[in-house]
């Protein structure tokens, strides 16, 4: 089974937003007004505001840099 504090739905649409937060999502509504809408966790009305909300996505996960140095990749790829 998936965790659904583990699930994130980023999207425009006020209805999938609601429905997504009652499985227990976290949900951004990028709204055209973000001050006016009441819909999901967060509002934003650009979607580059993601990275000040969602800091986890841009931060390296350790299990996903040990994987990523097995592979021989590297930060610059």
């Not at 937060?21 to 505001?49: K, M, P, R």
Request: charged share 25%; hydrophobic share 35%; net charge negative.
């Amino acid at each position: 089974a998936v965790d659904p504090t583990q699930c994130y739905l980023v999207d425009d649409s006020a209805q999938n937003i609601d429905a997504a937060q009652q499985l227990g999502w976290t949900t951004v509504h990028l709204a055209d007004d973000a001050s006016q809408s009441n819909h999901g966790d967060f509002q934003i009305d650009d979607i580059h505001d993601l990275y000040e909300i969602l800091p986890e996505f841009w931060e390296p996960k350790t299990e996903v840099k040990i994987r990523r140095q097995s592979l021989g990749i590297t930060a610059e790829a």
